[in-house]
């Protein structure tokens, strides 16, 4: 199996106030927080966003796996709904001493290059500004961080910059290069 470079960035806001909103998409655009749990509408999202791209690393995961991973305490999941469709979502998992990491982020591509993915971010982000008002044992969080790399869409690093996250590390490294996975298998 042959190996290819794959850059990861990784951005962050430190202040509320670093995060630049992108304009609401025109259209009956909404977006709604997955209250409950469920392993098969996170896999699906997962699949669907990421089969394009190159996402693998859950394909594996046990359905237990994903309910533990959806039960963490605070962790939140938000979806963009289309006219009713699902378009896109943001996970943020939130982390120790008022860190949040945006762990998933992105659009199934027919939704892709519609300003959806802007105001998605934007929201997602201020959803993490504002965990500890909704979990209040929580420390207020002071960091938002992300990263994205070179297999992720061509308008994903430009759509994080223009939403205040700045660049603070860089990493290339080898990994096996493997068939697009597409949102099930044989697609």
Not at 102 to 124: D, E, Q, V
Not at 131 to 145: D, I, N, Q
Request: glycine share 10%; with cysteine.
């Amino acid at each position: 199996m042959s190996s290819i470079p794959v850059t990861t960035w990784s951005l962050e806001q430190t202040s509320p106030a670093d995060l630049l909103p992108a304009a609401a998409p025109e259209g009956d655009v909404r977006i709604v927080r997955a209250e409950v749990p469920s392993p098969e509408f996170s896999r699906f999202l997962y699949t669907a966003v990421g089969g394009d791209i190159r996402w693998t690393d859950r394909l594996g995961w046990t359905y237990a796996r994903w309910q533990e991973q959806l039960d963490r305490p605070g962790a939140e999941t938000w979806v963009a709904y289309d006219r009713g469709t699902p378009a896109g979502y943001v996970e943020l998992d939130p982390q120790d001493d008022g860190v949040v990491e945006i762990i998933l982020f992105g659009l199934i591509p027919a939704f892709r290059g519609r300003r959806i993915g802007g105001h998605l971010l934007s929201y997602g982000a201020a959803r993490a500004w504002d965990l500890a008002e909704r979990w209040p044992e929580r420390t207020p969080t002071k960091r938002v961080w992300l990263h994205t790399c070179s297999k992720d869409g061509e308008f994903a690093m430009d759509n994080y910059q223009r939403r205040g996250f700045r660049l603070f590390d860089t990493k290339v490294e080898l990994e096996a290069e493997v068939e697009t996975p597409g949102p099930w298998p044989g697609a």
